[in-house]
Each structure stands twice: as C-alpha cells, then as structure tokens.
C-alpha cells in the first residue's frame, strides 16, 4: 500500500513539472506610438520561442514574408538563431494584454508545433494602426519583453516544456515590476531594402531600362532642377536653421547679433551601402573641409567632433531624417554642401 502511494505521488510530481502555457502581459499597461492605451483594434501580440541560438534582432530582422511574424506556427531564422512564433493574441483592453480563462498554448499544441522543452519565451507587442493590409512594415511600431513564471524576474525566464500530461497551466508575463511599456518603431523591417540600389529606384520612378541607368544617373528625368542621382540619395533638399544669440555694446544702447549656429536638415538613405556621404564646410567658397558622415549601430555620426549629428528620426524604407550641427567657431560667413559618391550635391 505504501509503495502506490509513493508512485501515485511521483506520478503527480511530474506533472507538474510539464504544463500548458497561460500567457499575458500581467501588470503591464502597453500604450501605442502616439500614447494611447492599446485595445483590441490596436494591440497584437505574438508569444515567441528561442530554438536555438539567441532572439532575433527584430529591429533589423527581414522575415522571408512580413505575415511569418505575426502567424502561429512561423518559423524565425536568422543566422543561427531559430525562433517560434508559437501563439497569437489580440486580447488587449485599457492597455492590458489578459491571460484567457483557458491556457492560450496547450501541451499537445505545443507538441505539434514541435517545440522542445527549454525554449525561451518572450512576447512581442504591436501596434496593429502601424500595420499595412493587416501586416508589419518598417513604418510599424513593436516591443519584446521577456516573460517569466507570475512575472517574477528574479526567477528563471520562462520557458516552453512538453513530454507530459498536466492539467496545471503556467501563467507567464512580463516582469511584474513593469508597469508601462511604450511600443518603438520598428527600425529596419522589410522596407528598409526597398530601393536599397539606385537601379531599383530609378526603374520603379521613371520606368528606365537597365542599360540606360549609369546614363540618367545625372540627368534630371522629372524637370524638378534635381538630378536622379541626388533624389534617390537625398530624398529632399538641403534645409537650414540659424540661430542667432545677440549682446549689448560697450554703451549698452543697442543690440548687436554675433555669427549664428546653423543646423542642417537633410534625408539620407541609409540602406545602400556604396552611398558614402559628407559634410563639406566652408568659411570662402575657395577651400572646403570635409567630415564622413557614417550610418552604424541605428544612428548617423560624422568623422569630425566638432560636427554633431543631433537627431537621427528614421522615415522609412531606408530613409532617415538628420539633423547636423557644427560646433566649431561660429562665422558669420559659412557655407555648407552634402556630398554623395564623390559628386556635389
């Protein structure tokens, strides 16, 4: 009698130790891009596994088809690194992502999606108004979150687990500390590579044939006073803004303005590597300095210290808006000029 007692007890321990996944964003509160409180109009969410490797840099990821990322069943790889999209949910009120009453992955789903027990399990939360025909582009807004068993982030990231029977269920969410989380834009998805070489552009805007692109390079197809070249790697003009600070003189009876600060504005594009771009400054119009602006890590920077880029707000499809500033003495007389591959633009 004691030994099927003791066996009936192991039996139930093991059960424990595999079990559905009833997954949320617990105490979360998830506001979109323009600060409003997600809803079920507005919020998706996706539960994602770590197969093998590490997750996936979603702000740089380019899934085979923008549809893998937000279905069930889609298989992430990226390197080696494999993620699972394993459920889906749009369960979102007053900002609040709820668990359902009923597990949302069950075991024997789990086992048909061929998880393995071990995987990390993280929650990426979407702002479905970004969405284009119901799908993510680059223009779309996201956040991952780790999840962890009740949210409690002082134990071991939660993780998928399989090969049993159980009618218990984990309740996985966000660290329970986190009471808000705002959504970011998604950097580089899909889009980023669209146009990503000047032939590509050229063809879809003025219908060229391959073998007249190098020729239209610097002709101006539209009429507009801009060259091809200079509207696919400046997706505007050159802006400019002076900012001026004044003081009294020695009398103290008028104002005089000192040289101002100027701060560009320009689009560069970002996703075609042979662009190189700079900064070409000059006090004469005889003799020009020149600072290499360079794209790495999501931000713009330029080669020379005196010259901050003080804002880098991505536009999409590869384009980013910049903002420059050059901190070296101010003159009064300052000219400036971008240069791309070589050529005055």
């Not at 030994?3 to 997954?23: E, R």
């Not at 617990?26 to 600060?35: I, R």
């Not at 692109?213 to 070249?229: C, F, H, L, P, T």
């Amino acid at each position: 009698m004691k030994k099927n007692i003791l066996i009936l007890f192991l039996a139930f321990y093991s059960a424990l130790a595999f079990a559905n996944l009833d997954w949320g964003g617990g105490q979360t509160n998830f506001s979109s891009e323009s600060g409003l409180a997600l809803d079920r109009d507005s919020g998706y969410a996706v539960l994602i596994s770590v197969r093998a490797g590490q997750l996936i840099d979603f702000e740089t990821f380019v899934a085979d088809a923008p549809i893998d990322l937000v279905t069930p069943g889609a298989i992430l790889t990226e390197g080696t690194s494999v993620n699972y999209v394993l459920a889906a949910s749009r369960e979102f009120y007053s900002g609040y992502l709820l668990n359902s009453a009923i597990p949302d992955l069950l075991l024997d789903e789990q086992q048909l999606l061929g998880i393995a027990p071990g995987e990390d399990l993280y929650v990426i939360v979407w702002d479905a108004h970004t969405f284009e025909d119901g799908l993510p582009t680059d223009n779309s807004y996201f956040t991952v979150l780790p999840l962890y068993l009740e949210g409690n982030s002082n134990s071991l990231q939660a993780q998928t687990s399989s090969g049993a029977v159980s009618f218990f269920s984990d309740l996985v969410y966000p660290d329970q500390l986190l009471e808000s989380q705002g959504l970011q834009l998604l950097a580089h998805y899909a889009g980023f590579n669209t146009y990503s070489d000047f032939a590509a552009w050229a063809e879809s805007s003025y219908a060229i044939a391959d073998g007249a692109v190098d020729a239209v390079k610097y002709e101006d197809s539209n009429g507009n006073g801009r060259s091809n070249i200079e509207e696919y790697a400046f997706e505007a003009p050159l802006t400019m803004k002076r900012t001026y600070t004044v003081s009294s003189d020695a009398a103290g009876s008028a104002d005089i303005p000192i040289p101002y600060q100027a701060e560009l504005y320009v689009k560069l594009r970002a996703n075609d590597p042979l662009l190189a771009y700079s900064l070409d400054i000059s006090s004469d119009l005889k003799t020009w300095k020149s600072c290499a602006l360079g794209f790495l890590d999501n931000q713009w920077s330029c080669a020379d210290e005196a010259v901050e880029v003080t804002s880098s707000v991505y536009q999409g499809k590869g384009v980013w808006s910049i903002a420059v500033v050059n901190h070296q003495a101010p003159q009064s007389a300052s000219f400036f000029r971008f240069s791309v591959l070589g050529n005055q633009i």
